[in-house]
């Protein structure tokens, strides 16, 4: 599948607050600075062209429903602040209900940095700022005077609802935007805000600036006081593929964390090196680690998948795994399943938080005014034949709790070693 999730602000925002890259700033808030009339010409050129250009739009959301959104947008235009009218775009597209269809309207927003992640008792914080870190740790419970459940019933029109745990990817990302929170009225301005944070028996507030995105500097994830050293998983997730052999255990793990190609070594190489480790050692497991991997190009994974065809014993059964987790996505989800059909891997770990059919391939144009750009698929992905379910469950499904995550445990690694 060529494509990656979400090309609106999130591929943007997930490098940024990971390693410090994305967009050249523009300031604070990063207004566009239309007349209603330039925003109703943008808006009428989106309305004209995205049905025409997409595979097929209204395979959920009624046409008659998108038609009622830009009228009801157009005629609100003369009283909307800027930020308004972006977040108006993104629900209108959000609505649509395709996840590889978007509009990059809050790309440029100004980012608070720190980094949440959504387990099942609430958002906590994962990484941050120096001067934010005792936050670390810690349960989100307010915005400014909003409450965290207020602010997620709020976020949710943003998401495009493929299944629920869209949520669960996206809303963590929203919760760091400035442009969000003002225009969804939790915050006042997109300077600075109040975090309320739960801890232990204790709750305090953290007023936190919201930086450029070329100003976030670097966000750290140890936790004050911590012991645990990095689980394997979460140890470098910014190379997009490496590999370790597990000498105590005969193992070898192999994260793909992106399916693009590394300037400093192609992937190709890379399997060769993978392959040379494997024939010169004895190996009782190998396991694909693709929890981090949103997509990118689908036939990347080729020679890995005809090397592991050309050696059985690298693939007898109960021996070959895949990890997965909600933010295996797109072509990472399809290599996910092409490593079941084809090679026989068990799945492990949590669900994707895409359907396994699905729309993408992605093409794009601007609009004429705000310079935006609209990405729309423009292929239908087909990857089961029994029917359309929301997600693909893992063979066994092994959840990450609060407690396993800053305790510096991974279970899924666990049940595959101890199984």
Not at 142 to 158: A, F, Q
Not at 250 to 274: G, P, W
């Amino acid at each position: 599948m060529k494509s990656v999730r979400r090309k609106r602000w999130f591929p943007y925002l997930f490098l940024f607050l990971l390693f410090g890259v994305g967009p050249p700033s523009v300031g604070i808030s990063a207004e566009v600075g239309l007349t209603p009339e330039q925003w109703k010409e943008d808006l009428d050129f989106l309305a004209e062209n995205l049905p025409k250009a997409h595979k097929n739009l209204f395979f959920r959301l009624p046409k008659k429903d998108f038609e009622a959104q830009v009228k009801k947008i157009s005629e609100s235009l003369p009283g909307m602040s800027d930020i308004e009218v972006r977040i108006a775009l993104e629900k209108l597209i959000a609505s649509i209900g395709d996840d590889h269809t978007n509009i990059n309207a809050l790309s440029y927003s100004a980012l608070y940095p720190i980094r949440f992640r959504q387990f099942q008792d609430g958002y906590y914080v994962t990484a941050a700022r120096a001067e934010y870190r005792r936050a670390i740790g810690a349960r989100l419970v307010k915005i400014g005077d909003t409450d965290i459940k207020e602010v997620y019933r709020r976020l949710i029109p943003l998401i495009p609802l493929e299944n629920y745990l869209m949520i669960v990817i996206e809303s963590p990302l929203k919760l760091t935007c400035a442009d969000v929170l003002k225009g969804l009225h939790v915050l006042p301005d997109t300077d600075e805000g109040i975090f309320h944070f739960e801890k232990g028996d204790r709750i305090y507030s953290m007023k936190i600036k919201a930086y450029p995105r070329d100003q976030q500097g670097e966000l750290l994830d140890h936790m004050d006081g911590a012991s645990h050293k990095k689980p394997l998983y979460l140890s470098d997730r910014k190379a997009n593929y490496w590999f370790r052999y597990l000498d105590d255990s005969h193992v070898l793990y192999i994260q793909y964390n992106s399916c693009n190609e590394m300037d400093s070594l192609s992937f190709a190489d890379f399997t060769k090196r993978v392959m040379d480790k494997a024939d010169s050692n004895p190996v009782d497991k190998v396991i694909l680690d693709m929890r981090h991997n949103s997509g990118g190009a689908s036939w990347l994974i080729n020679p890995l998948l005809e090397a592991m065809k050309a050696r059985p014993n690298l693939r007898r059964k109960n021996r070959l795994y895949v990890l997965t987790g909600n933010s295996t996505f797109s072509s990472g989800l399809m290599n996910t399943l092409q490593f079941k059909s084809i090679l026989g891997a068990r799945i492990i770990g949590e669900p994707s938080a895409q359907k396994p059919n699905t729309y993408g391939d992605l093409r794009s144009f601007d609009l004429p005014n705000s310079g935006m750009t609209v990405s729309y698929s423009v292929q239908y992905y087909r990857q089961v034949r029994w029917g359309n379910p929301a997600w693909i469950a893992p063979d066994v499904t092994v959840k990450t709790t609060t407690e396993d995550y800053f305790s510096g445990r991974d279970p899924v690694m666990e049940w595959v070693l101890n199984n």
